[in-house]
């Protein structure tokens, strides 16, 4: 795959295939190296990229991802171990560090 960038549009779109062909109204395209996939992605069978799932992560030109610790997990696309967390803890939108879960007051 690739992006082609259509200036009469100015859009960039992402494409299929592995050929660059030349264009007749002045898009420009780039090709997406298939060699390898970036960290947070592994490669499939059929050399598609794709992200890690939840509880796992991968560095760049991963095969397969790996798996978090025991009590662990991510979020899909994580690029280090570092990313894994405990599972006790969720992220608050508004704040880029863990806090710890807590559980509701049960009304009767």
């Known amino acids: 795959g690739g992006i ?3 200036p009469r549009l100015r859009m960039y779109t992402l494409r299929e295939g592995t050929e660059l062909k030349d264009s007749d109204n002045g898009e420009t395209s780039w090709q997406l190296n298939s060699d ?3 960290a947070g992605l ?3 069978d059929n050399g598609e ?3 890690c799932p939840e509880k796992t992560w991968s560095e ?5 991802c790996n798996e978090c610790s025991e009590g ?4 899909s696309g994580s690029d280090s171990q570092d990313d894994c ?3 006790s803890f969720e992220f608050d939108s508004d704040v880029s560090n863990p806090k ?3 559980q509701k007051a049960a009304t009767g």
Do not use: R
């Open 4 to 6: 082609t960038y259509e």
């Open 36 to 38: 390898s996939c970036a």
């Open 42 to 44: 592994y490669m499939m």
């Open 49 to 51: 990229c794709e992200y």
């Open 60 to 64: 760049e030109g991963a095969s397969s």
């Open 72 to 75: 662990q997990t991510s979020y």
């Open 85 to 87: 967390f405990d599972e």
């Open 100 to 102: 710890q879960k807590t």
